[in-house]
């Protein structure tokens, strides 16, 4: 496996995940965080479950004044390459805040590609989104599907993507995956580290936890009127260590690679979950009510979308291994043991 990784937003919910699996595998990782949307607690708990070395750079990636110290942070940490998780993230802040989210995500994207172009270590897995393929294929999307963001943070996603495109294009050493996963969820099954949002939840599943251990009153589920069975969204959710999982599968896909390039990969289950059908497991899970109101969609979201993952298979030898049970019962032993995320 390769050894030594920089980790964008690795006190995060999904980066806390992917230091766990690279940590446990014997790697070392550079935590790079600027604790807007994450908790440093989230670092204790990753040491707890998985000693071994791991380094934290607390920077602003999107900063232009913080850039020299980040580029040599990255070069003295000599690593073989990095996942790049950091940015900004609801959908909803992103229709009302665009100038931010462009800002903000772009900027942090181009100053990781400087710090490892001057590190020479041109190994990146990037963290985009399903959110790339907007509305306009039929589910399963595979990775030729249609791109077309409907919101603001998506289109930093596929900016991105075309970003490094064109960077691997230019110089046929950097070996890119563009991962397009799908909803993460769920939690370690230890229960030691999961989603731990700093305000109201913008997704979906904490949303429901903090109703079940009554933090919330009651959840409100986004339009009750698309073309869906139920009339609620349909979307691929995916347990977060699987998510981890693949993006260290992704590393070892590079690190073995001979050629350069850059590719799109799907993460997901290839099946459809319904708001109503994720409150309904969780309610299974937790033994408590969880009620919750429709209200008006939301800008910028579609009916549905589940992912084709075969190529992932393919390239990467990862699958989705965990249920919707699996995710409801770990997401529920998170949020029960820490009612208050990492400030219980």
Not at 163 to 170: F, G, K, L
Not at 278 to 303: E, H, L
Request: net charge negative.
């Amino acid at each position: 496996m390769t050894k030594r990784i920089v980790v964008t937003g690795g006190a995060g919910y999904i980066g806390s995940h992917v230091c766990v699996e690279l940590l446990a595998g014997g790697a070392a990782a550079l935590v790079i965080d600027n604790f807007s949307n994450a908790h440093p607690e989230a670092l204790n708990r990753i040491r707890e479950l998985a000693p071994g070395d791991l380094e934290v750079l607390e920077r602003d990636l999107a900063d232009p004044a913080q850039s020299e110290d980040i580029i040599s942070a990255v070069r003295d940490f000599n690593p073989d390459g990095a996942v790049h998780l950091a940015g900004l993230k609801a959908v909803g802040e992103s229709v009302t805040e665009p100038a931010r989210y462009y800002r903000t995500n772009l900027g942090a994207a181009l100053t990781l590609i400087e710090a490892l172009d001057a590190a020479d270590a041109k190994n990146l897995v990037f963290s985009s989104s399903a959110t790339v393929y907007g509305d306009r294929n039929e589910s399963p999307v595979d990775e030729s599907g249609l791109t077309g963001p409907t919101n603001p943070y998506g289109r930093t996603k596929l900016f991105i993507e075309d970003i490094v495109r064109d960077i691997a294009h230019s110089d046929n050493r950097w070996r890119i995956v563009n991962l397009r996963y799908f909803n993460p969820v769920g939690a370690h099954a230890s229960g030691r580290i999961g989603e731990d949002p700093n305000d109201i939840p913008n997704n979906l599943f904490p949303f429901i936890a903090q109703v079940a251990v009554g933090r919330r009153d009651k959840l409100q589920v986004f339009g009750g009127d698309y073309p869906t069975p139920d009339g609620t969204g349909v979307r691929d959710y995916i347990h977060v260590t699987d998510l981890a999982r693949g993006h260290v599968a992704a590393l070892d896909y590079l690190a073995a690679k001979k050629t350069g390039g850059a590719v799109d990969i799907n993460l997901g289950t290839g099946k459809g979950v319904s708001v109503l059908e994720a409150v309904a497991a969780f309610k299974r899970a937790s033994n408590r009510d969880i009620p919750y109101d429709i209200a008006p969609r939301r800008d910028g979201d579609i009916a549905e979308i589940y992912a084709n993952a075969d190529l992932a298979q393919k390239l990467l030898g990862w699958r989705a291994e965990k249920t919707l049970e699996d995710m409801c019962a770990d997401h529920w032993r998170w949020q029960s043991q820490n009612p208050e995320g990492y400030q219980s």
